[in-house]
C-alpha cells in the first residue's frame, strides 16, 4: 500500500508539472500571438505613414519646381528691368548733358541783351525768307511740271535720221518749175529708216494721196498738228495714241516723189509753220543736204 501512494504521488507530481508547464506555454503563445497582432499593426501603420510622407515629399518637389521656375522667370524680369534702367539712366545722362550744353549757349547771350534782339532779328528775317524760297520753289516746280507737259505735248525732235534736202519757204517745184510755197521739210535717207512721232498725241488721220502718198496726221496738244508724207509703211492707226519717240512709219517714196524722203510739216491753229524752229534735238546744218541727194515731193494730200 505504502508502496501504491508513493506512486501516485509521484504521478499526480509529475501531472501538476505538466500542466504547469503546459498552462505556461499556452500563456506564452497567447502572449506572442498578441504582440505579433500588434507588430503587424504597427508596421501597416508605420507604411501608411510612409506613403503618406512619400505624398507629401512629392508635392513638396512639385512645389520646389514651380518655385524654381518662377524664380528662373523673375531673375529674367528683374535683368531685364535693370538693362532698361541703365539705357535709360544712359540717355538721361545725355539728355542732361545736351541740356546742360544748350544752357551753357544761352547764358553767354544772356549777357549780351543787343546780340540776342539782333539775332532774332536776323532769326524773322531768315524765316521769312525762307518762305518766299519756299513759295518760289512751289512755283518753280509747277512751272518745271507744266514746262514737262508742254515738252512732251509739242513735236520738239526730228522724226527721222537723215539730211534736209529741202527747207521750209519759196523753192521751185522740180515737177513745174513754178515758184511755191514749201510747207515743210525735206528729210532725205533710205527707204525703210524708221520715222518717229517727235511728241505724244493721237493719229488723226492714215491714208494715200497721189501727191503726198502713204501718209500720217498726228493731232496734239495745243491745237498742233504733224504731217508725215511718202512712207513706204504705216505703223499706226487711225485713232491710236502715240507715245514721243514711238515708231508711226518707215520712209519710203510713194506719191509724187523724186527719191526716198520724209515730208514733215507742222501746223500750229491751222497754219503752216517752219519745222526747223522745232527741232531743239539738233541743228539743221547737222542734216543739211550736202550730206546727201536732193529728194523733193508733192505736198497736198
Known amino acids: 500500500m505504502l508502496g501504491l501512494k508513493q506512486n501516485f504521488y509521484t504521478t ?23 504582440e505579433a497582432k500588434r507588430t503587424s ?63 551753357a549757349s544761352i547764358s553767354k547771350y544772356r549777357n549780351d541783351q543787343e546780340s540776342s534782339v539782333n539775332l532774332v532779328s536776323r532769326l524773322k528775317s531768315v524765316s521769312s525768307n ?7 520753289l512751289r512755283g518753280f516746280v509747277t512751272v518745271m511740271k507744266h514746262s514737262e507737259d508742254v515738252f512732251r505735248t509739242i513735236p520738239s525732235i526730228t522724226p527721222a535720221s537723215g539730211w534736209v534736202s529741202s527747207f521750209y519757204g519759196e523753192r521751185h517745184s522740180p515737177f513745174s518749175g513754178k515758184t511755191i510755197i514749201h510747207k515743210g521739210i525735206d528729210i532725205g535717207s533710205d527707204v525703210g529708216q524708221e520715222v518717229i512721232a517727235p511728241a505724244e498725241g493721237i493719229v488723226e488721220k492714215v491714208g494715200h494721196s497721189p501727191s503726198f502718198g502713204k501718209y500720217v496726221v498726228i493731232k496734239h496738244a495745243h491745237n498742233i498738228k504733224t504731217r508725215y508724207g511718202h512712207n513706204s509703211v504705216l505703223s499706226v492707226r487711225k485713232g491710236q495714241k502715240v507715245r514721243r519717240g514711238q515708231k508711226i512709219a518707215e520712209i519710203g517714196s510713194t506719191g509724187r516723189s523724186t527719191g526716198p524722203h520724209l515730208h514733215y510739216e507742222i501746223w500750229v491753229n491751222n497754219k503752216a509753220v517752219d519745222p526747223s524752229d522745232y527741232l531743239l534735238d539738233r541743228k539743221l546744218e547737222d542734216v543739211s543736204s550736202s550730206s546727201g541727194t536732193i529728194n523733193v515731193g508733192g505736198e497736198e494730200i
Open 130 to 136: 525762307t518762305q518766299k524760297l519756299e513759295g518760289a
Open 12 to 34: 499526480s507530481t509529475w501531472v501538476i508539472v505538466v500542466a504547469g508547464m503546459m498552462s505556461g506555454l499556452i500563456l506564452l503563445t497567447l502572449f506572442f500571438a498578441s
Open 41 to 103: 499593426s504597427k508596421y501597416q501603420n508605420l507604411l501608411q505613414e510612409r506613403k503618406e510622407i512619400d505624398t507629401q515629399i512629392h508635392r513638396l518637389e512639385a512645389v520646389m519646381k514651380r518655385i524654381d521656375r518662377h524664380s528662373r522667370s523673375m531673375n529674367n524680369v528683374v535683368m531685364s528691368a535693370v538693362s532698361t534702367e541703365r539705357e535709360s539712366t544712359r540717355t538721361t545722362q545725355k539728355r542732361l548733358a545736351k541740356i546742360q550744353s544748350s544752357l
